[in-house]
Antibody
């Protein structure tokens, strides 16, 4: 059974960079049709997709966050990472990593998150 | 405010059938993009419940079913059980926003 585990600081100061890593076990990060994504949920609000990365390093970001987001992948460690810069209190949220299945083709566009980590709370505060 | 809307809460008695709606627009569900559903118990990893509008991953009971029509989709749960009490989210793709979008979530209470 595939498992994902988020790790990183639980507290980040305003204007600094939030950095999280997701470690994948029980499966390889280098599979076709599979991106690896980040989703967050601020307290009391809905889920928000942040972006996703392919094992080749190709990225796919939420346009609303694109200017502040960088993702990377380390296939040797079966990990992928998220950096979100210039954070504010509005970036306080539970951050989830997930396996993102995507299939695009003539008349076909489907993408969804097959497996998720348990999430990690990141608070932005001085 | 999500571009895909769900009722904040629904409830039902054990054994009953409940439905959760997911309403979008012409740039997401109405454009033909698939709808997917997740079950989330607070503090745990969200779980994929329905993919591709009406498909269940292995291990998901057939009490859960999905449908889609026009700009809306629905999740139906039959034979409601206490263990079904959780938050449920729909998800699709939006061509105007150029990305994945989630509904606001619905809290299911089993009376």
């Amino acid at each position: 059974q595939l498992q994902l585990q988020e790790s990183g600081p639980g507290l980040v100061k305003p204007s600094e960079t939030l950095s999280l890593t997701c470690t994948v076990s029980g499966g390889s990060i280098g599979s076709t049709y599979l991106y690896w994504g980040w989703i967050r949920q601020p307290p009391g609000k809905e889920l928000e997709w942040i972006g996703s990365i392919y094992f080749s390093g190709a990225t796919y970001y939420n346009p609303s966050l694109k200017s502040r987001v960088t993702m990377s992948v380390d296939t040797s460690k079966n990990q992928f990472s998220l950096n979100l810069n210039s954070v504010t209190a509005a970036d306080t949220a539970v951050y989830y990593c997930a396996r993102h299945y995507q299939l695009l083709g003539p008349g076909t566009h489907t993408e969804y998150f097959q497996y998720w980590g348990q999430g990690t709370l990141v608070t932005v505060s001085s | 405010q999500s571009v895909v809307t769900q009722p904040p809460s629904v409830s039902g008695a054990p054994g009953q059938r409940v439905t959760i709606s997911c309403t979008g627009s012409g740039s997401n569900i109405g454009a033909g993009y698939d709808v997917h559903w997740y079950q989330h118990f607070p503090g745990r990893a969200p779980k994929l419940l329905i993919y591709g509008n009406n498909n269940r991953p292995s291990g998901v009971p057939d009490r859960f079913s999905g449908s889609k029509s026009g700009t809306s989709a629905s999740l139906a749960i039959t034979g409601l059980q206490a263990e079904d009490e959780a938050d449920y989210y729909c998800q699709s793709y939006d061509s105007s926003l150029r990305g994945v979008v989630f509904g606001g979530g619905t809290k299911l209470t089993v009376l």
